[in-house]
């Protein structure tokens, strides 16, 4: 427990905006978390433990405020407060004590969160090029795809459940074809908003296929512009029997511009009858792996220098129903053996980003799994009471964190060998369970108390997360959710300095600054991606965490990715976008690569005055001696801050500056415009003990020193 001693301040509260009264105090008292709460929040029409920022806000300042700016604030004139207070006329002062480190910064602090949203996987990272690839998408019709008639050749396609490739693959699709010489009938798949074609590039179609009696073919397939007059690639099958059997066809594309209103095309000409069942096209993968991920996006990833994973996230773990959950076992294995399963965002996710692709996701991107376990509550309502009924679940949590840590020796860890991948996973975290505070049966305490005897009692050394209170059992760790307004998400930066530290550590395991109320509602009206002012709403909150990185373990932005083509989002505001071909990042992407490519291992106490509207934070690389200087300047005018450094012999002259910076708060990247809002990296001089430092306005900059 910490003492917060507040005397003679100003406390300023405002409801919708309008100063509603200005309260003069002086005290000393003792508090626990938040220093003031006033009001609470609300997610997903619940109630939770944290301040909005939309209905009140309380402000509170180190010096009474001029006569004239309470009176003008009490007549509602000041619409932005923060230029109007003493701090923009007072100098900014940071003084940097590296005479007293302070906590160790977690290694494990800035990581990833994902599920499958916003076709985050499928159309996404995943590298599958083929939509309804075996047909299961729409029971009554196979969407995604279209017959092909050319030339005078006729036909006809439609779902068949009398020739399934096998029990978990039961439907196919049946293609009849009458064609002769230079006619053509065939099927045609749309692909995930086009089919992206890239110059000089090499893609890999494989399906299964079988004929009817007197059919032989064989089969052309083709990657060709969607009215069929340009082919990028051609390739042809050798003949096809009455049996299924797999085809495989290397698609080479020559020379010429890139495209993406493109479409996937298998054909014959003759008469007769050919099946077709698990079609697939696939690019070039990162690190070249099969049934890999997509190049730029991995690549992005990459550059986040993420530490975890947080696998498999959010609502995806758990699913609308019970039987529609994660189910981890079915998405191990050929694809052959994966049935997939309806997602909780209106779409059917076709595993094949299963639990051995997310592993190798974390080994590709040399980030540690935090395995989210499903602990018996679904999205619906459906819930497992704890006993007899729950032992099942729990068993099955036991299995799944013996696929990643077991040895060869053991069930699961063979079947990871056999898998593809022998050696066992790092892991240290898992989650129990995903925001169990919206199960109204208030079963989560019982539960969350049987998984963890028994987890713990196997395997002792992990680190167990709730995501909701627990009286039954003290967690090692707390999941802690916030989607809030860029403004209370800065307003909040101090949210955890009071916290107790002899509590569970914290994962902010989903968060974002948001311009909308409820993100999940019409959220084509705002987005796809943030603006820079949710990225200074971001990087504010940002620095909270690493200060107080000795009890806020882990964190991840959420949601991560985001497909930007109409009907391709069930979420306002994201990290990452993209269409078929392309990619980018927002100014909240950046400020996360910011933060996570130049952070120390040590907190170094540091003391800001005279800033209102601004946020920081220091931390000590010990082994190079780097100094890391994090400076959120979210008003609309530039800051000079004068920076004095003590506890240390010398400071080098020179150093580097990072900036993100725009010339607007709605300023942004977008699909056709990706480099709006970039950082820009530029080389400081004259740096010593003390030295002033301009922060341009709505900006976030990180300054390298070099220190002994």
Not at 208 to 236: C, N, Q, W
Not at 282 to 311: C, E, S, V, W
Not at 371 to 387: D, H, M, R, T
């Given at each position: 427990m910490r003492k917060s001693n507040i005397k003679a301040l100003i406390a300023v509260v405002a409801f919708a905006g309008v100063p509603a009264t200005q309260t003069a105090f002086s005290q000393s008292n003792q508090q626990v978390g938040h220093v003031i709460n006033i009001g609470r929040g609300k997610y997903g029409g619940n109630p939770v433990d944290f301040v909005d920022g939309t209905t009140a806000d309380v402000r509170l300042y180190s010096t009474a405020l001029p006569a004239a700016i309470v009176e003008t604030l009490a007549r509602g004139e000041v619409k932005n407060l923060a230029l109007q207070t003493p701090g923009s006329s007072v100098p900014v002062q940071l003084q940097i004590d590296a005479s007293r480190p302070g906590p160790r910064v977690s290694p494990m602090l800035y990581g990833l969160m994902t599920e499958e949203i916003n076709y985050s996987y499928d159309g996404g990272l995943y590298g599958e090029l083929i939509r309804n690839r075996v047909f299961k998408d729409d029971a009554a019709s196979p969407v995604h795809w279209s017959v092909v008639q050319e030339g005078g050749g006729t036909g006809s396609i439609s779902l068949d459940s009398a020739q399934p490739l096998n029990k978990e693959l039961p439907i196919s699709l049946k293609l009849t074809v009458a064609a002769t010489g230079t006619q053509r009938v065939g099927v045609a798949n749309d692909g995930f908003w086009g089919i992206p074609i890239r110059p000089n590039t090499r893609y890999?179609?494989?399906?299964?296929?079988?004929?009817?009696?007197?059919?032989?073919?064989?089969?052309?397939?083709?990657?060709?512009?969607?009215?069929?007059?340009?082919?990028?690639?051609?390739?042809?099958t050798r003949k096809i029997t009455g049996d299924w059997k797999q085809f495989a066809v290397t698609l080479q594309t020559g020379p010429g511009p890139e495209a993406q209103d493109s479409r996937f095309v298998i054909s014959a000409?003759?008469?007769?009858?050919?099946?077709?069942?698990?079609?697939?096209?696939?690019?070039?993968?990162?690190?070249?792996?099969?049934?890999?991920?997509?190049?730029?996006?991995?690549?992005?990833?990459?550059?986040?220098?993420?530490?975890?994973?947080?696998?498999?996230g959010g609502n995806y773990l758990e699913g609308d129903t019970i039987a529609t959950r994660f189910d981890w076992k079915q998405t191990l294995g050929p694809l052959t053996k994966r049935p997939g399963h309806p997602g909780p965002w209106q779409y059917r996710s076709s595993d094949g980003m299963g639990l051995a692709e997310f592993l190798v996701w974390c080994e590709d991107l040399h980030m540690e799994p935090v395995?989210?376990?499903?602990?018996?509550?679904?999205?619906?309502?459906?819930?497992?009471?704890?006993?007899a009924a729950l032992q099942p679940f729990v068993q099955d949590a036991l299995d799944e964190i013996e696929y990643v840590t077991g040895e060869t020796t053991t069930h699961w860890g063979a079947q990871r060998a056999k898998d593809g991948h022998p050696a066992p996973y790092p892991l240290h975290y898992v989650e129990i369970g995903n925001e169990d505070q919206f199960d109204r049966s208030g079963s989560y305490d019982g539960r969350f108390t049987q998984f963890f005897d028994?987890?713990?009692?196997?395997?002792?050394?992990?680190?167990?997360?709730?995501t909701a209170a627990t009286p039954g059992r003290t967690p090692d760790v707390l999941d802690e959710h916030f989607y809030r307004t860029a403004r209370a998400m800065a307003r909040d930066a101090h949210h955890y300095d009071n916290y107790d530290r002899h509590g569970p550590k914290i994962f902010v395991g989903e968060w974002a600054s948001q311009d909308v109320d409820r993100p999940w509602v019409q959220p084509e009206l705002k987005g796809p991606t943030p603006t820079l002012n949710s990225a200074l709403g971001d990087a504010a909150w940002m620095t909270g965490m690493e200060r107080n990185s000795d009890i806020v373990v882990l964190e991840a932005y959420a949601p991560l990715l985001?497909?930007?083509?109409p009907g391709g989002r069930q979420w306002a505001v994201n990290l990452i976008g993209y269409d078929a071909l392309n990619s980018y990042g927002s100014p909240s992407y950046y400020a996360q690569v910011m933060f996570a490519a130049h952070h120390g291992d040590t907190v170094i106490p540091a003391t800001l005055t005279g800033g209102v509207d601004l946020y920081e934070s220091v931390t000590r690389d010990t082994k190079s001696g780097a100094l890391y200087v994090k400076l959120v300047n979210t008003a609309a005018s530039s800051r000079s801050v004068h920076i004095t450094l003590s506890g240390i012999r010398t400071v080098q002259p020179t150093g580097t500056a990072v900036t993100l910076s725009g010339s607007g708060p709605k300023d942004t990247n977008t699909i056709t415009t990706p480099n709006k809002i970039v950082p820009v990296t530029s080389k400081l001089t004259g740096m010593g003990k003390s030295f002033d430092y301009p922060l341009a306005p709505y900006s976030v900059t990180i300054l390298q020193l070099h220190v002994r």
């Open positions: 890999q179609a494989t399906f299964y296929a079988k004929a009817g009696d007197g059919f032989t073919g064989p089969l052309d397939v083709a990657i060709e512009s969607r009215d069929g007059s340009k082919v990028y690639a051609h390739g042809r000409a003759g008469h007769g009858t050919v099946w077709l069942d698990l079609v697939s096209l696939f690019p070039p993968t990162y690190h070249r792996r099969a049934n890999g991920n997509r190049i730029d996006l991995m690549q992005k990833l990459a550059d986040m220098k993420p530490a975890f994973l947080r696998l498999p395995l989210a376990v499903y602990a018996g509550y679904s999205l619906q309502g459906e819930y497992v009471k704890p006993g028994a987890i713990k009692a196997k395997y002792p050394t992990l680190q167990l997360i709730a985001v497909n930007v083509n």
